[in-house]
């Protein structure tokens, strides 16, 4: 099994982040990867995530192992293979999943509809529209509501309008 580095475009990273996908297809890839090897991602010069390929007709559709998409590990490695010491140091840093724990999510937004079906077909409808890059999503710890943040495009957002007014 070899071990190759996989550079995500800057589109399909801002992509990736938002979303959770089991599985990432990059365009090409090394050109000697097969199925069962292992890829470091890596996006804006940081590993990003670890992979295995799974398929390599139609470029590389690689299954995420781990993921570090908010502490990458910075990294100035290219597309191709990777020795495998410097391989394991970056597996090693990017942890695994026993660092989870239980997080609620939240969206809300006031509604004005006829009944509750009509004010659920709206809301979808906001969601859809707005997506990730206006709506803001709130989140915590379970058990921890004074803990939330609201994020928006997959970072932290401040929605006070009074410390933005601070601010100026």
Do not use: C
């Given at each position: 099994?070899?071990?190759?580095?996989?550079?995500?475009?800057?589109?399909?990273?801002?992509?990736?982040?938002?979303?959770?996908?089991?599985?990432?297809?990059?365009?090409?890839?090394?050109?000697?990867?097969?199925?069962?090897?292992?890829?470091l991602v890596v996006a804006e010069q940081q590993v990003?995530?670890?992979?295995?390929?799974?398929?390599?007709?139609?470029?590389?559709?690689?299954?995420?192992?781990?993921?570090?998409?908010?502490?990458?590990?910075?990294?100035?490695?290219?597309?191709?293979p990777v020795e495998e010491a410097t391989f394991r140091?970056?597996?090693?840093?990017?942890?695994?999943?026993?660092?989870?724990?239980?997080?609620?999510?939240?969206?809300?937004?006031?509604?004005?509809?006829?009944?509750?079906?009509e004010a659920v077909r709206q809301f979808w409808s906001?969601?859809?529209?707005?997506?990730?890059?206006?709506?803001?999503?709130?989140?915590?710890?379970?058990?921890?509501?004074?803990?939330?943040?609201?994020?928006?495009?997959?970072?932290?957002?401040?929605?006070?309008?009074?410390?933005?007014?601070?601010?100026?």
């Amino acid at each position: 099994m070899a071990r190759w580095s996989v550079v995500l475009p800057d589109e399909q990273w801002a992509t990736e982040r938002l979303f959770q996908h089991d599985v990432v297809t990059v365009a090409g890839g090394p050109a000697g990867a097969a199925v069962g090897d292992e890829v470091l991602v890596v996006a804006e010069q940081q590993v990003v995530a670890l992979a295995r390929v799974e398929k390599t007709d139609g470029g590389l559709a690689l299954w995420y192992l781990r993921r570090a998409f908010d502490e990458p590990i910075p990294a100035a490695l290219s597309e191709g293979p990777v020795e495998e010491a410097t391989f394991r140091r970056f597996a090693e840093r990017l942890g695994g999943p026993s660092d989870r724990k239980p997080w609620l999510v939240s969206v809300a937004m006031p509604i004005e509809a006829v009944n509750p079906a009509e004010a659920v077909r709206q809301f979808w409808s906001h969601v859809l529209e707005l997506g990730p890059a206006e709506l803001p999503t709130y989140v915590w710890p379970s058990g921890d509501e004074l803990a939330m943040q609201a994020f928006v495009l997959g970072a932290e957002a401040n929605q006070d309008p009074e410390e933005e007014d601070e601010e100026d």
